[in-house]
Nanobody, 112 residues
Framework: QFYVEESGGGLVQPGGSLRLACAASGFSFSNYDMAWFRQRPGKDRELVAVISSTGGSPRYAESVKGRFTISRDNAKTTVHLQMRFLKPEDTAVYSC?????WGQGTQVTVSS
């Protein structure tokens, strides 16, 4: 049974940083690409970043390039999303994804 659980969200001021974590279990983690999505208020869910099964070739949405970094630790079956220089428009529920499976999400609010 695929299972992913996010943590690390919260309230941060514009320009600040947060590091999200996704803990995965129930599948062969090192065989799967992993992704972070987000859903902003009133918007459709959008892809934020994706990383290959080996940790190479990360890809990012244009809106977060240069500010967000996705990484993974296959030994710990964990994916991280380091977010820097956060903007109010980054406010969203961030969810971890593998295949057709999603976590519950973690709320990130960027506000002064």
């Amino acid at each position: 049974q695929f299972y992913v659980e996010e943590s690390g969200g919260g309230l941060v001021q514009p320009g600040g940083s947060l590091r999200l974590a996704c803990a995965a279990s129930g599948f062969s983690f090192s065989n799967y690409d992993m992704a972070w999505f987000r859903q902003r208020p009133g918007k459709d869910r959008e892809l934020v970043a994706v990383i290959s099964s080996t940790g190479g070739s990360p890809r990012y949405a244009e809106s977060v390039k240069g500010r967000f970094t996705i990484s993974r630790d296959n030994a710990k079956t964990t994916v991280h999303l380091q977010m820097r220089f956060l903007k109010p428009e980054d406010t969203a529920v961030y969810s971890c994804n593998v295949g057709n499976y999603w976590g519950q999400g973690t709320q990130v609010t960027v506000s002064s």
